[in-house]
C-alpha cells in the first residue's frame, strides 16, 4: 500500500563493498584498548545472537597504515556496520595525531547509515554527524545497545530502501534561537526553507530517545482497551484507520507549505515547522499506544505487528526531513531571486506489505477465535 503526499522522492540504497563481494564481518568494532572492558561484554553478546564480528581496537602501530583518505574504503570493505565506541579515552589519546583523528572523523561521516558512534561519556569528535546515527550507552543498557545495533544490521542487510545512503547531513544551517534570530535578521536568499528546516531537524533530533525505543520495541503508553470480539475495532479502526488520519495530516500540512513560505513571517513558519514535528512525534507515541494496548493474549503478534507499520513512515519522515535541509543548506549558497526558497516537497510513504499480510492472516486467527 503507498501513500504519496504531493515532488523530493527518496530512492534509498545500501552501499556494499567496493570489491562487489559481501563483506566478511558483520560488525567492526572501533575503540581503543583503555576501553576494552565495555567493548568486550558487547563483543560477547553480539557473538551469541550470531553476528560476525571484526575487533578492530586501535593501537599505535595500526595508525597510519591505512591512507588517510581511503579510511572509509577500508571500513565499508570489511564489514556492514562499523560501530565506533566514543569516550574520553578515545579523543585524549596521545599518539593519535590530529590529521589522524580528522580522517577518523570524516571516513565515519561518510559510512552514514552503515555507521554507529556509542557513546560511552560526555566525550565529542568534533565534525562527527550523531545525531541519527549514535547511542548513548549512559541511557540504555547492554541489551538495548546490541538491539539497536543489531536493528541497524538487520535493516542494511534485508531492507537497505528503508535506509538512505547518506540519512543524516553534515548540516550547516543556523542551530539553536539564536542563529535562527540572525537569519531572520539578515534574511539571505533561501533564509525561509533554512528557517524553517533548522526547527524540523532540530525537533526530530530532540525526538530520538523515543525514535530508539520504537526501534527497539520498548516504549509501551497503556490506556487502550480492546475485548476479544473487537478485533475488528482495532484493526480496522485503530490500526488502518489511524494508519490513514496520519498520513492525511501529513498531507494537509505539507499542502499549506508554499502558503506558509511565501508570507515570509518567521513566526508563522517556526509554527509550521514545530507542527511538522509533533506529527512525527504522533507517529511515534501512536506506536506506543499500539503496543501498550489491553488485548486478548492472542493478539500479541497482531499487536505487535501494527506497532511496526510505523517503521517506514517514520523513516520516509526523517529521510524527509534530512533531505529538505540539505535542500535548504543549498539555497543558502545559492545567489539568485529570493523565488528559488520555494521549494515544491514531496514526502513518500511506503507501507510494509508483508506486514499488511500477516496483520490480515493474525486478524482472520483471532477473528475466528
Known amino acids: 500500500m503507498r501513500f504519496d503526499i504531493f515532488p523530493i ?65 577500508a571500513y565499508r570493505d570489511r564489514s556492514y556496520l562499523t560501530v565506533a565506541f566514543i569516550s574520553q579515552n578515545y579523543v585524549r589519546k596521545e599518539w593519535v595525531a590530529p590529521d589522524e583523528l580528522a580522517a577518523q572523523v570524516w571516513a565515519f561521516n561518510e559510512l552514514a547509515s552503515r555507521f554507529i558512534a556509542i557513546r560511552l561519556d560526555d566525550a565529542e569528535l568534533p565534525g562527527l554527524s550523531l545525531s541519527s546515527h549514535h547511542v548513548d550507552n549512559r541511557s540504555m543498557d547492554i541489551a538495548k545497545v546490541v538491539g539497536a545495533i543489531k536493528l541497524r544490521l538487520d535493516l542494511l542487510t534485508t531492507q537497505p530502501e528503508l535506509l538512505n545512503a547518506e540519512l543524516h547531513p553534515r548540516l550547516k544551517l543556523p542551530d539553536g534561537p ?16 533554512a528557517f524553517k528546516a533548522s526547527i524540523m531537524h532540530e525537533g526530530l533530533d530532540r525526538l530520538e530517545p523515543k525514535w530508539y525505543d520504537h526501534q527497539l520495541g520498548l516504549r509501551k503508553v497503556p490506556g487502550l482497551h480492546f475485548r476479544r470480539h473487537e478485533s475488528a475495532k482495532f484493526l480496522q479502526g485503530h490500526v488502518l484507520g489511524g494508519v490513514q488520519t496520519m498520513i492525511q495530516d501529513f498531507s494537509s500540512h505539507i499542502a499549506r507549505n508554499d502558503s506558509v513560505e511565501k508570507s515570509g513571517d518567521p513566526n508563522a513558519i517556526e509554527q509550521y515547522a514545530q507542527e511538522f514535528v509533533s506529527l512525527y512525534e504522533g507517529l511515534l507515541d501512536w506506536a506506543a499506544r499500539t503496543r501498550g494496548s489491553s488485548t486478548p493474549p492472542n493478539w500479541s503478534v497482531m499487536v505487535q505487528t501494527s506497532a511496526q507499520l510505523a517503521d517506514a513512515l517514520l523513516i520516509s519522515v526523517k529521510e524527509f526531513v534530512d533531505s529538505y535541509a540539505r535542500e535548504a543548506e543549498n539555497l543558502l549558497n545559492d545567489v539568485g531571486d529570493d523565488a528559488h526558497d520555494r521549494k515544491s516537497l514531496t514526502l513518500k510513504f511506503d507501507l510494509d506489505s508483508a506486514l499488511l499480510d500477516i496483520l490480515l492472516i493474525e486478524y482472520k486467527k483471532v477473528h475466528r477465535g
Open 9 to 73: 522522492v527518496l530512492v534509498s540504497s545500501c552501499r556494499m563493498s567496493t570489491s562487489g563481494r559481501p563483506p566478511e564481518f558483520d560488525i567492526s568494532l572501533c575503540y581503543v584498548s583503555e576501553d576494552n572492558g565495555y567493548v568486550t561484554d558487547v563483543r560477547g553478546v553480539l557473538e551469541v545472537v550470531g553476528m560476525r564480528v571484526l575487533d578492530d581496537k586501535f593501537t599505535e602501530s595500526q595508525f597510519g597504515t591505512t591512507p588517510l583518505n581511503n579510511l572509509d574504503v
Open 178 to 193: 539564536e542563529g535562527r534570530q540572525q537569519l531572520i535578521q539578515e534574511q539571505p536568499p533561501g533564509w525561509r526553507a
